[in-house]
């Protein structure tokens, strides 16, 4: 049986990040999604960041949060600035399968597109090593 982990953050730029990611572990049978819970464009500097590990992110469709599709993942992975970001609320049945990744947004903490761009860089790597954990917790889930 499939099993997803949705990615979730503000305007999806970290949490497609994190898809890049993701597809990139050796879980099988696992499938992973990205959505945003505000309507947004893409970042482009999410993309380059990517481009530099070889990741090609500007495919992946940017879409909106789907409840129904929320209720049928096996993992949520909710990332948001605790300090920036508006917190996203998910129904209480879904606690159990979510996971909270409190992670810089790029795009509020910076003044000028030069800071913007050092933290995506920054921000690329922090999603690639929480991911990676993912690799190995993911097995453990049924």
């Not at 990040?17 to 992973?32: I, R, Y």
Request: with cysteine.
């Amino acid at each position: 049986m499939n099993k997803t982990v949705y990615f979730l953050s503000s305007s999806q730029q970290r949490s497609l990040m994190a898809e890049g990611w993701a597809e990139k572990l050796e879980v099988p049978d696992w499938s992973f999604k990205s959505a945003g819970w505000v309507a947004d464009s893409r970042a482009e500097f999410s993309v380059l960041a990517m481009k530099e590990l070889c990741i090609d992110i500007s495919s992946f469709p940017l879409s909106r949060i789907e409840m129904k599709e929320l209720g049928e993942a096996s993992v949520i992975v909710a990332i948001q600035d605790t300090e920036y970001d508006d917190k996203i609320e998910l129904p209480s049945e879904l606690e159990e399968k979510v996971i909270y990744w409190n992670l810089p947004n790029p795009r509020k903490r910076s003044a000028t597109l030069i800071e913007e761009w050092v933290h995506y860089q920054e921000i690329c790597d922090e999603i690639a090593m929480r991911v990676k954990d993912l690799e190995h917790l993911l097995p453990q889930l049924h």
